[in-house]
T-cell receptor, first 112, second 112 residues
Framework: DGGITQSPKYLFRKEGQNVTLSCEQNLNHDAMYWYRQDPGQGLRLIYY???????QKGDIAEGYSVSREKKESFPLTVTSAQKNPTAFYLCASSTERTGEQYFGPGTRLTVT | QKEVEQNSGPLSVPEGAIASLNCTYSDRGSQSFFWYRQYSGKSPELIMSIYSNGDKEDGRFTAQLNKASQYVSLLIRDSQPSDSATYLCATLRLYNFNKFYFGSGTKLNVKP
């Protein structure tokens, strides 16, 4: 069963703590992405990676970090430097053949 | 100016009618175009891809692309209440192959 998995579905943290969101795909896609979505808003790109061991900052990278050590995995760390971390976080991957991008189910992070 | 513009809606149509969703984009280098459906609280789901001028039909959905006018549309025939969702338009730029630009989405309400 091919797809993108994100865990956990819901995450609660105290302010000042770093937290890592998991994203795994078995679609054999080279490119992977992290987006943030706030209530009633569109998607904002945090980081993207086109190949293993390489990634680029998106539009709102401050306060976030990523790694891409394996093709299948692209974890996102939300650091304490991120001022407003409460949001819906979406991981995606895309195929270079068609350019189509597919999303995981998302992680809803609440920081209090 | 935003890369991709959509009317936020809500667009209300009666059940059985045709819903017409529109999107404009600013970069003539955009070569691939996508429509996503996002139900409340869920992640976006790819429903249509279009790459060349003209119409592309898939079941009740028709995507239309006019590159000269930098305009993409999605028609939903025989609209059903289950079509009620937010529809996101996305583009992929030619010279930065893997970076996507999303509109903020149009909320569609189909009334029984």
């Amino acid at each position: 069963d091919g797809g993108i998995t994100q865990s956990p579905k819901y995450l609660f943290r105290k302010e000042g703590q770093n937290v890592t969101l998991s994203c795994e795909q078995n679609l054999n896609h080279d490119a992977m992405y992290w987006y943030r979505q706030d209530p009633g808003q569109g998607l904002r790109l945090i980081y993207y990676s086109q190949i293993v061991n390489d990634f680029q900052k998106g539009d709102i990278a401050e306060g976030y970090s990523v790694s891409r050590e394996k093709k299948e995995s692209f974890p996102l760390t939300v650091t304490s430097a991120q001022k407003n971390p409460t949001a819906f976080y979406l991981c995606a991957s895309s195929t270079e053949r068609t350019g189509e991008q597919y999303f995981g189910p998302g992680t809803r992070l609440t920081v209090t | 100016q935003k890369e991709v513009e959509q009317n936020s809606g809500p667009l209300s149509v009666p059940e059985g009618a045709i819903a017409s969703l529109n999107c404009t984009y600013s970069d003539r280098g955009s070569q691939s175009f996508f429509w996503y459906r996002q139900y409340s609280g869920k992640s976006p789901e790819l429903i249509m891809s279009i790459y060349s001028n003209g119409d592309k039909e898939d079941g009740r959905f028709t995507a239309q692309l006019n590159k000269a006018s930098q305009y993409v549309s999605l028609l939903i025939r025989d609209s059903q209440p289950s079509d009620s969702a937010t529809y996101l338009c996305a583009t992929l730029r030619l010279y930065n192959f893997n970076k996507f630009y999303f509109g903020s989405g149009t909320k569609l309400n189909v009334k029984p």
